[in-house]
């Protein structure tokens, strides 16, 4: 009894071969991962030296790379190329003249400024981006081409917009091209030889006018302007003083201006004392004559389908 006792009191308790067990399992795991590093790293063909030289290097790198990071916030590569910029300028490369072409409406004075206004005038720190820019705000401008000839000579080429009307609104005159855009002011007293538009967003309806005036070419002789009314079509105005009114639609309006046309070559429309003729209405063609005492309508025999008119009254 005495002795199985005393082996009882030599033997560890329960509770305490847990945590020994845990930690042989702890290492015994890490002895497993060692031994798998090792297996991993005995895989790749390079030696430790070889290991060691390649961190160095990627450590290295690293370095490299935020230093360049810095040199650009700090924009010193910016003013190390400004410096070098100007030497180069110093060497005889610097802006001494300036080639337009392709002007033939437009004044030279702003282009010459607006190509000669640079901070520097050094042939590599010219910003030819930047005056194509300035050039393109120029209502005749519709493209422009910037380029160097060294060693000195900045080359300018501009594509002209055409003029193609005169837009007259709220007392004021301005040319036009073909697609609304505003070249120059006109003066009163110099007035082009160009058709006249009239009325609120006119210029910005002016190619589909071009188009209207397409559909009956022969009129084109005796166009001499056109008004826009209330944002939906269009009057037109001949040189024999007589005024069209034209429906809402660009395909419709272009279909009676030609059917117009057709009338007049078939009647001597044109002319012959009529002042205003309405299209408005489908299937409706309303004729007014002058209202002043004494008006007599010429030759009204030319036109057997509208017979004379009493002045100041209409016929349809």
Do not use: C
Not at 86 to 111: A, C, N, S, T
Not at 167 to 196: C, F, H, S
Not at 210 to 219: E, G, K, Q, V, Y
Not at 230 to 251: H, K, S, V
């Amino acid at each position: 009894m005495t002795e199985r006792a005393r082996i009882r009191r030599g033997t560890q308790p329960r509770y305490q071969r847990g945590p020994t067990v845990a930690r042989r399992g702890a290492q015994a795991a890490n002895a497993r991962a060692r031994k798998a590093t090792g297996k991993a790293l005995a895989t790749i063909p390079m030696q430790p030296d070889a290991l060691r030289k390649l961190g160095r290097r990627l450590f290295a790198a690293i370095m490299v790379v935020l230093l360049i990071v810095g040199l650009l916030v700090l924009k010193v590569p910016q003013m190390v190329g400004t410096q070098i910029g100007e030497l180069v300028g110093l060497m005889g490369f610097q802006v001494k003249r300036v080639e337009i072409q392709g002007i033939h409406h437009m004044d030279r004075l702003p282009v010459y400024s607006v190509a000669l206004d640079q901070k520097s005038t050094a042939m590599p720190l010219v910003d030819l981006g930047e005056i194509r820019d300035k050039l393109m705000q120029f209502g005749w401008v519709q493209d422009a081409r910037v380029s160097r000839r060294l060693p000195d000579t900045l080359l300018v080429d501009i594509v002209e917009r055409e003029p193609a009307a005169i837009w007259q609104y709220q007392g004021k005159l301005n040319l036009i091209d073909k697609t609304g855009v505003i070249l120059q002011p006109v003066d009163p007293q110099a007035m082009p030889d160009l058709p006249i538009v009239v009325g609120p967003d006119a210029n910005m309806q002016a190619s589909e006018l071009t188009d209207l005036l397409n559909a009956a070419p022969r009129l084109k002789a005796m166009f001499v302007g056109a008004t826009w009314v209330g944002d939906r079509r269009w009057d037109i105005r001949f040189n024999t003083g007589e005024t069209l009114a034209l429906p809402e639609g660009d395909q419709q309006a272009r279909d009676a201006y030609a059917k117009f046309d057709r009338m007049d070559q078939a009647a001597a429309l044109l002319g012959k004392g009529f002042v205003h003729f309405d299209m408005r209405i489908p299937g409706k063609f309303v004729v007014r004559v002058s209202a002043e005492p004494g008006h007599e309508i010429s030759d009204p025999a030319a036109n057997p389908a509208t017979p004379p008119t009493p002045a100041g009254q209409d016929a349809v």
